[in-house]
């Protein structure tokens, strides 16, 4: 099992940049794929980016691909996403996920765990 903390989101102006880290407790970190999701009002949570338990395989939704970049550190048992070049459109709440085993994929369902999320608002 595996509990997971969000932190680093925040208000910034369009254009501009914001680290996102979250942060797992217990055991076997190594052995979780790991996403980012998030949730904007009245819409329904989407993919962000996903990376394999090594960190050698990532995937990136098409809205986020080039100004995104999500990242681990298994010995720090911390995942983190880079968000670079912000639009209003990025505005949501933020959250990790882990799935064991898992490829990184983009489906919500197949994602066992879950931060309490992080707000990220991106002004115009």
């Known amino acids: 099992q595996v509990q997971l903390v969000e932190s680093g989101g925040g208000l910034v102006q369009a254009g501009g940049s914001l680290r996102l880290s979250c942060a797992a407790s217990g055991r076997a970190f190594s052995n979780y794929a790991m996403a980012w999701f998030r949730q904007a009002p009245g819409k329904e949570r989407e993919f962000v980016a996903g990376i394999n338990w090594s960190g050698f395989n990532t995937r990136y939704a098409d809205s986020v691909k080039g100004r995104f970049t999500i990242s681990r550190d298994n010995a720090e048992k911390t995942l983190y996403l880079q968000m670079n070049s912000l639009k209003p459109e990025d505005t949501a709440v933020y959250y990790c996920?882990?799935?064991?085993?898992?490829?990184?994929?983009?489906?919500?369902?197949?994602?066992?765990?879950w931060g309490q999320g992080t707000q990220v608002t991106v002004s115009s």
């Open positions: 996920a882990a799935e064991q085993w898992g490829s990184a994929t983009n489906l919500v369902a197949r994602y066992s765990y």
